[in-house]
């Protein structure tokens, strides 16, 4: 079967064509027939070697986290899904970008009815990202404040949506274009990061969910009160997610030195501080299916592209100023180098 992979890291590094071995059923397991899958900023963080001191990979390496498709085998164990089922999920570590992928059922669920299998590619990751991030971790409630760093982007506008559903007062940091895009989903509070800081204008929020990273995470802890709460998906996982995720206690104490800054800060300012890595849930994916269906969550895509054009659709999701989702369409047939 083919695979776009990745030979080593570097933030000049293609995808190129390969050729790979089919994945293998067991009896807890699922074969799918990828349709279409959508690229995340994860994909070239990976690619660029960002993750590389936290997740461990093998070269050549399959990119890509998620994916819509039809399921083509089932192993005998397998209760909830059934040969022929249209569904979406998220590879449990990386390798979306291949003709075949082999997931649990943790990892799927099924595809909304109200959305192209092309479409559906785009909510998984994202989707699981920002609800996780705010109910989660966050633990997001109704009336509260909550500032969104990254509004316009693909977790970004899923975030807002899902935050305005639970009649939280939202702030959100977006050029003028992207507050042209976002005012389409609701009342929102915008700051023009071209012409002011957040942190000189905000008043004191409860909650802070980050897509930005760097001095936009650090003054982050300006603007929370007391006892709040900020939840990032751009700096190394936190001690809590390690914990979370079952990670063994060595693991823990290398992640708790590499967050010691923000852990300080954390303690300092008395605000709870995660940084975290999304994990598959179908319950949750689920929930998401239901807000979709019932047309209360959109999904926005900017662009579409076939699966041979993978290279040029990571560099759009690379310059960090897509509106919304890109997906890579594989039912194109063409495929080049």
């Given at each position: 079967?083919?695979?776009y992979?990745i030979?080593?890291y570097?933030?000049?590094?293609?995808?190129f064509?390969?050729?790979?071995?089919?994945p293998?059923l067991s009896?807890?397991?699922?074969?799918?027939?990828?349709?279409?899958?959508?690229?995340?900023?994860?994909?070239?963080?990976?690619?660029?070697?960002?993750t590389?001191?936290?997740?461990?990979?093998?070269?050549?390496?399959t990119?890509g986290h998620?994916?819509?498709?039809?399921?083509?085998?089932v192993?005998?164990k397998?209760?909830q899904?059934?040969?022929?089922?249209?569904?979406?999920?998220?590879?449990?570590?990386?390798?979306?970008f291949?003709?075949?992928?082999?997931?649990?059922?943790?990892?799927?669920?099924?595809?909304?009815?109200?959305?192209?299998?092309?479409e559906?590619?785009?909510?998984?990751?994202?989707?699981?990202?920002?609800?996780?991030?705010?109910?989660?971790w966050?633990?997001?409630?109704?009336?509260?404040?909550?500032?969104?760093?990254?509004?316009?982007?693909?977790?970004?506008?899923?975030?807002?949506?899902?935050?305005?559903?639970?009649?939280?007062?939202?702030?959100?940091?977006a050029?003028?274009?992207?507050q042209?895009?976002?005012?389409?989903?609701?009342?929102?509070?915008?700051?023009?990061?071209?012409?002011?800081?957040?942190?000189?204008?905000?008043?004191?929020?409860?909650?802070?969910?980050d897509m930005?990273?760097?001095d936009e995470?650090?003054?982050?802890?300006d603007?929370?009160?007391?006892?709040?709460?900020i939840?990032?998906?751009?700096?190394?996982?936190?001690?809590?997610?390690?914990?979370?995720?079952?990670m063994n206690?060595?693991?823990?104490?290398?992640?708790?030195?590499?967050?010691?800054?923000?852990y300080?800060?954390?303690?300092?300012?008395n605000?709870?501080?995660?940084?975290?890595?999304?994990?598959?849930n179908?319950?949750e994916?689920?929930?998401?299916?239901?807000?979709?269906?019932?047309?209360?969550?959109?999904i926005?895509?900017?662009?579409?592209?076939?699966?041979?054009?993978?290279n040029?659709?990571?560099?759009?999701?690379s310059?960090?100023?897509?509106?919304?989702?890109?997906?890579?369409?594989?039912?194109?047939?063409?495929?080049?180098?």
């Amino acid at each position: 079967m083919f695979a776009y992979q990745i030979k080593q890291y570097g933030k000049q590094e293609q995808l190129f064509l390969n050729e790979i071995q089919k994945p293998v059923l067991s009896e807890n397991s699922i074969i799918i027939k990828v349709h279409s899958a959508s690229l995340n900023p994860v994909d070239y963080r990976i690619r660029n070697g960002d993750t590389k001191f936290v997740l461990r990979y093998s070269m050549p390496l399959t990119l890509g986290h998620d994916f819509s498709g039809v399921i083509e085998a089932v192993g005998s164990k397998i209760t909830q899904f059934r040969v022929g089922d249209s569904v979406y999920g998220r590879t449990p570590m990386t390798g979306a970008f291949q003709e075949y992928v082999v997931v649990g059922e943790n990892d799927i669920a099924k595809a909304p009815k109200n959305l192209s299998l092309v479409e559906s590619a785009s909510v998984p990751l994202a989707g699981l990202t920002a609800y996780q991030g705010l109910f989660d971790w966050l633990q997001l409630k109704e009336k509260q404040s909550i500032l969104i760093l990254g509004g316009s982007g693909g977790v970004g506008h899923i975030a807002i949506q899902l935050a305005l559903l639970t009649d939280a007062k939202v702030y959100t940091t977006a050029s003028k274009e992207g507050q042209a895009f976002l005012q389409q989903f609701g009342s929102i509070e915008f700051i023009d990061y071209h012409k002011e800081n957040f942190y000189e204008v905000l008043p004191p929020v409860d909650a802070v969910f980050d897509m930005r990273g760097g001095d936009e995470l650090t003054h982050s802890f300006d603007v929370v009160k007391t006892g709040g709460k900020i939840a990032s998906i751009t700096s190394i996982p936190t001690p809590s997610y390690a914990k979370s995720a079952n990670m063994n206690w060595f693991y823990q104490m290398i992640l708790r030195a590499f967050t010691a800054k923000m852990y300080h800060l954390s303690k300092k300012k008395n605000i709870v501080f995660h940084s975290f890595l999304t994990q598959s849930n179908r319950q949750e994916l689920e929930k998401i299916t239901e807000l979709v269906e019932s047309e209360k969550l959109t999904i926005s895509i900017q662009k579409i592209y076939p699966i041979s054009e993978i290279n040029t659709a990571m560099k759009e999701i690379s310059n960090g100023r897509a509106k919304g989702k890109i997906v890579v369409d594989f039912t194109n047939k063409e495929r080049n180098e």
